[in-house]
């Protein structure tokens, strides 16, 4: 029973239940009576309150919207058992039912849970957009081991939880779904218009390696062989700025040395795409037929190479321009170290037979003096544009891309995003085909061969007319005659 009412002017009605302070509100909206508790036992808060919730629904009345809010969780599950009964129905796809409750349930309900609907702004779809981009990583989604999956036959299996940000096809799909929930609930009148936003891609940055057209290539080859060979020069002048002046040798033997295993790094790198740390890690006893062929003649030598990097192995196939880079630095550590090497021994190896962890600063200093430290793009080349330089090339010479992946331990994928940017010079010939013979000089034809073909033309005009004479038989045998 109602133990007290308090009547104002209002158009609402404020009561106390028996048993409790607290005031609640009675008023007439939409046709229908509605009663509400204030849950505070003061009368000037509760006609305060009274008053804001009547003006607000008020206006959602007058809206068009529900005058009771409603969970967003409720409304999604409204909504999946509308797609059910829609499928089931005919009337929209046969999947739906399948794939789109899990996704309403994990990530729509996951994110906004038991929020009124009607409360959801844009802005608040753009910060879910961002938490279901990282779910899977920095998320809840990162502390989940197995989902479980259905399929469309009704099996039911588990497979590990990617860990990956969600791609931009995924989220422009989930969009879908979520236009549609919220389209549907506005139908329903429980929300107004939402101004979704849009998926779009954003510039992806410019991941292709840095490395060289050919002839840029071949200009760093001859500047290096240009510093090697500085040691003829015996001694050069140097001039200081207080004007004394003295000489000193042009290129010490170990700066020569040094010189040349760069050399040949830059060989052995650019012809078999070894990533850098691949080649640091080589010793001789990952060279097979190398040393069984050292003693040939230099067509018949060859070599195979076993590497291994921070988490890849392999074997590769080089070039034959690796194979005598090899055999330069076989040669100049028995100069240098006084020995053959041991199958334990660095490829790569100083004066003293220990490993070289980098040539960083050497390759930096040839890049500089040959003009190529950058690429057209302005991105700094490294020791990593050999690989890239190796794999363009070998899919500028037609090589199929799923031998060049195999040789370089990577995926077709990779070498597509990262590498394959290939001189469009280098394989014109594959972007004219049939057209071979186009840019060829026409062969001229002398006045004798020119007058004939004249003539023929002329015969042939006249027995497309009919003039031979004027017997079509001969014409047609005339005709038989020119296409023997």
């Known amino acids: 029973m109602l133990q007290r009412i308090e009547s104002t002017n209002a158009p609402f009605t404020l009561f106390q239940r028996d048993g409790t302070r607290n005031w609640s509100m009675r008023y007439s909206l939409g046709g229908k009576q509605i009663k509400k508790s204030l849950g505070v036992a003061e009368y000037d808060i509760a006609l305060q309150r009274a008053n804001e919730i009547f003006h607000e629904q008020k206006y959602r009345h007058k809206q068009g919207l529900s005058l009771e809010q409603h969970a967003f969780d409720e409304v999604a599950e409204e909504f999946i058992e509308k797609v059910c009964a829609e499928s089931e129905r005919g009337e929209r796809s046969h999947y739906h039912p399948t794939f789109w409750p899990p996704i309403i349930r994990r990530f729509l309900i996951g994110y906004f849970a038991d929020k009124a609907i009607d409360l959801i702004t844009t802005a608040d779809i753009e910060r879910y957009l961002e938490w279901r981009k990282t779910y899977w990583t920095t998320g809840p989604g990162s502390k989940i081991a197995k989902i479980r999956c259905e399929r469309e036959d009704g099996r039911v299996f588990s497979r590990p939880a990617p ?19 919220f389209e549907q609930a506005r139908r329903w009148g429980y929300c107004k218009p939402l101004n979704l936003p849009q998926i779009r891609a954003k510039k992806a940055p410019d991941t292709h390696r840095p490395g060289f ?37 042009a290129v010490s033997e170990n700066v020569r040395s040094d010189r040349i295993r760069l050399h040949a790094y830059i060989e052995l790198l650019a012809n078999s795409g070894l990533r850098p740390t691949e080649a640091k890690n080589l010793t001789w006893a990952n060279i097979s037929h190398f040393k069984e062929t050292l003693d040939l003649p230099l067509y018949q030598r060859d070599a195979r190479l076993e590497v291994r990097g921070k988490n890849k192995h392999g074997s590769a196939v080089p070039l034959y321009g690796a194979v005598s880079a090899l055999r330069t630095l076989w040669d100049l550590f028995i100069h240098e170290v006084g020995r053959e090497p041991n199958d334990d021994d660095p490829v790569f190896a100083d004066s003293n037979g220990k490993a070289i962890l980098s040539f960083k600063r050497g390759l930096n200093a040839l890049l500089k003096a040959a003009g190529l430290e950058t690429d057209f793009r302005g991105k700094r080349r490294t020791a990593y544009s050999f690989r890239h330089f190796y794999i363009s090339q070998m899919l500028a010479d037609n090589v199929s891309i799923h031998h060049v992946a195999r040789n370089t331990r990577t995926s077709i994928a990779m070498i ?55 017997s079509g038989a001969r014409s047609t045998a005339v005709w038989h005659r020119l296409d023997d």
């Open 163 to 181: 860990r990956k940000v969600a791609a931009l096809t995924t989220m422009k799909g989930e969009m879908v779904i979520v236009r549609e929930l």
């Open 213 to 249: 057209k050919p002839e840029e290539y071949e200009r760093l080859l001859a500047k290096s062989i240009e510093r090697i060979n500085e040691h003829h020069a015996a001694y050069k002048t140097i001039k200081a700025k207080d004007g004394r002046v003295w000489t000193q040798k």
């Open 416 to 470: 597509d995003k990262h590498y394959a940017q290939v001189n469009t010079e280098q394989i014109k010939d594959y972007l004219r085909p049939g057209q071979e013979d186009f840019a060829k000089e026409p062969v001229l034809l002398d006045v004798d061969a020119f007058d004939e073909i004249r003539r023929l033309e002329k015969r042939i005009e006249e027995l497309k007319r009919g003039n031979s004479d004027g």
